[in-house]
Nanobody, 119 residues
């Protein structure tokens, strides 16, 4: 069935970089990824899950204000993969990051990958 698998999380120092990857497979997502929006959400302890970045099927992007200029979302539809390049990391970026695919009126979620930014 539909599976979204994230990788690339871990520990980074303030000012450092990480690159997250998410590979989607199976079901309707595997077939129709090219017409779906792919994105990244994050959830810090005690906080609501929030959109970090997304890219729709024609390449339009959205970014949460605090990550603009630091994070870049990209995707390779042929690989069913979305990336999040995170530069100039700050401690407040610490959260579990979730891959999201939205299309045909449904949301699909990955299991999450922990990103910790600390000295």
């Amino acid at each position: 069935q539909v599976q979204l698998v994230e990788s690339g999380g871990g520990l980074a120092q303030p000012g450092g970089s990480l690159r997250l990857s998410c590979v989607a497979s199976g079901g309707i997502v595997g077939t129709y990824i090219n017409i779906m929006t792919m994105g990244w959400y994050r959830q810090a302890p005690g906080q609501q899950r929030e959109l970090v970045a997304s890219m729709d099927s024609v390449g339009r992007t959205m970014y949460e204000d605090s990550v603009k200029g630091r994070f870049t979302i990209s995707r390779e539809n042929a690989k069913n993969t979305v990336y999040l390049q995170m530069n100039s990391l700050k401690p407040e970026d610490t959260a579990v990051y979730y891959c999201n695919v939205y299309g045909l009126n449904r949301n699909y979620w990955g299991q999450g990958t922990q990103v910790t930014v600390s000295s």
